[in-house]
């Protein structure tokens, strides 16, 4: 069946319509709106510590694996 040509520019305008609704919901909001990239923990000033026989600065484990020596403090 062979389409009248009436069809093909409600089609046309059809997609138009759902191009411009598309584009329009993903497109980036306001510049202003858009919140300042966090700064990353720095842990290199929290104080050496140990859990059990791990090495820990911050809340990060640190030493791979290597048990830590008995003189560095026991986080409570």
Same mark, same amino acid.
Request: aromatic share 6%; charged share 10%.
């Given at each position: &069946?062979?389409?009248?040509?009436?069809?093909r520019?409600?089609?046309?305008? &059809?997609a138009?319509?759902?191009?411009?609704?598309?584009?329009?919901?993903?497109?980036?909001?306001?510049?202003?709106?858009?919140?300042?990239?966090?700064?990353?923990?720095?842990?290199?000033?929290?104080?050496?510590?140990?859990?059990g026989? #791990?090495?820990?600065?911050g809340? #990060?484990?640190?030493?791979h694996?290597?048990q830590a020596p008995?003189?560095i403090?026991? #986080?409570?």
């Amino acid at each position: &069946m062979i389409a009248a040509p009436a069809s093909r520019t409600r089609t046309t305008a &059809m997609a138009a319509a759902v191009a411009a609704l598309l584009l329009a919901v993903l497109a980036p909001g306001p510049a202003g709106g858009a919140t300042p990239p966090a700064v990353p923990y720095d842990s290199s000033f929290a104080p050496l510590t140990r859990i059990g026989d #791990q090495l820990t600065r911050g809340d #990060q484990l640190t030493g791979h694996g290597a048990q830590a020596p008995f003189w560095i403090p026991e #986080q409570p």
